[in-house]
């Protein structure tokens, strides 16, 4: 998800002093409060450059992020809050290079922040810190990278709506941030400015927080999920929430995983697709909007590479480097020319040879082969990258522009 978001306050104007820091947020047996969305700064413009060649992109609420393939680090979109890594609140609606000079071998988006895994292994992130989910120890706003705290050596960090997880070089799952029911899977319900073991003594290669809950795949290819158990998202056969690692139902071995916002997906040993959690718009992809407490495959017999879940829809990338999407479309979430929700995987309208996607908000994007960075749906603070802010969906995918 990564990914994994509801958009809400908008339009509302905010100062640039709030860069400065933002230390009075406390947390809450409810829902955080979220902070207003607005910039009034111009966006920054200039000359145009040649395009990047992208390795990877995270899309998140209404800003994007990319890693080049020389490990450089990209983000465009609503900066209100720093989430763009640029030391500024400027909006930027083409990618704009993180400050700081920092080589990351990966960058996952949250909601108003961002975090990286550099080549050296360590995790940094920027922008919106009020429940801790930046790991710094604090709850301000930093406007450029920050290191997160505890000398941990990360293979992988990735970001949820107000919380945020990583895999050490050694196995071992850490989360920090928002822990109103147990989403940090720490066996408490209190949220952590630091980051904190994730308990059962499991040794992981995937996690994947969102909202409410968060999963990962052990090396054992195990999958586990904690957090709300509301809407079946956590795949136990059960309602009920979870404060540590609770084992997805089925026994299925899996290889991948990610949680969205109410639901979440992931691919077999063997590349079948399976969901479970809310079905509000088809986002399980198995032709029904019956929610599932247990996984449920995707329909078709299609092999999988990759499954991203966005807030109410999903999209899969194939072994034959062809993305599907599903769910709601509202926006032009799936990519298919159309705004009509679908309940079955269906193609994009545009055939590009893809090697990566990744499912936000309400706007996705992917990599193709080629290195190219497209992204599709909804853009109102500039999160496709196109140079625009059309408030319209972009339903079929669009190239993203070079840097200015």
Not at 96 to 118: E, I, Q
Request: hydrophobic share 35%; aromatic share 8%.
């Amino acid at each position: 998800m990564r990914a994994r978001f509801t958009s809400l306050t908008r339009f509302v104007a905010l100062t640039t002093g709030l860069l400065s820091g933002l230390a009075g947020c406390q947390d809450s047996a409810d829902s955080p409060t979220d902070p207003l969305e607005h910039e009034t700064a111009t966006p920054v413009v200039g000359a145009a450059a040649a395009p990047l060649v992208f390795r990877s992109v995270s899309a998140g609420e209404s800003h994007t992020c990319g890693v080049t393939t020389d490990n450089r680090a990209f983000c465009w979109g609503t900066n209100h809050l720093g989430q763009l890594g640029t030391g500024d609140p400027i909006p930027r609606y083409v990618p704009a290079a993180v400050l700081g000079g920092l080589r990351f071998r990966n960058v996952s988006v949250g909601k108003y922040y961002s975090c990286g895994v550099t080549t050296d292994d360590l995790a940094y992130c920027w922008g919106y810190g009020g429940f801790g989910q930046l790991g710094v120890g604090t709850t301000n706003v930093s406007s450029r990278p920050v290191p997160v705290a505890g000398g941990h050596r990360f293979s992988q960090v990735r970001t949820g709506t107000n919380h945020t997880c990583g895999i050490t070089t050694a196995g071992a799952a850490y989360c920090w941030g928002w822990n109103d029911v147990g989403q940090l899977g720490n066996y408490s319900h209190k949220t952590s400015l630091l980051p904190a073991r994730v308990g059962g003594g499991l040794v992981w290669r995937w996690v994947s927080p969102s909202y409410h809950h968060t999963c990962g795949v052990t090396t054992t290819s195990r999958a586990y999920c904690w957090g709300r158990g509301a809407e079946g998202a956590l795949g136990t056969g059960a309602s009920s929430n979870r404060s540590s690692p609770t084992a997805v139902a089925g026994g299925l071995l899996f290889q991948s995983i990610d949680a969205g916002y109410t639901h979440t997906c992931a691919v077999s040993s063997t590349g079948r697709g399976y969901c479970w959690g809310a079905s509000f718009s088809g986002e399980l992809g198995d032709g029904t909007k019956t929610a599932r407490f247990t996984p449920v495959p995707v329909a078709g017999q299609r092999v999988w590479k990759q499954v991203s879940a966005g807030q109410f829809y999903t999209c899969g990338l194939t072994t034959g480097a062809r993305v599907f999407c599903w769910g709601i479309n509202a926006r032009g979430e799936v990519g298919d020319g159309t705004t009509t929700d679908r309940l079955t995987p269906t193609a994009q309208a545009v055939a590009l040879a893809v090697a990566q996607i990744s499912a936000g908000d309400v706007h996705a994007c992917s990599v193709t082969t080629e290195g190219r960075a497209y992204c599709w749906g909804d853009n109102h603070g500039g999160q496709l990258g196109n140079g625009t802010t059309s408030i319209a969906p972009g339903p079929l995918p669009e190239p993203v522009a070079p840097p200015q």
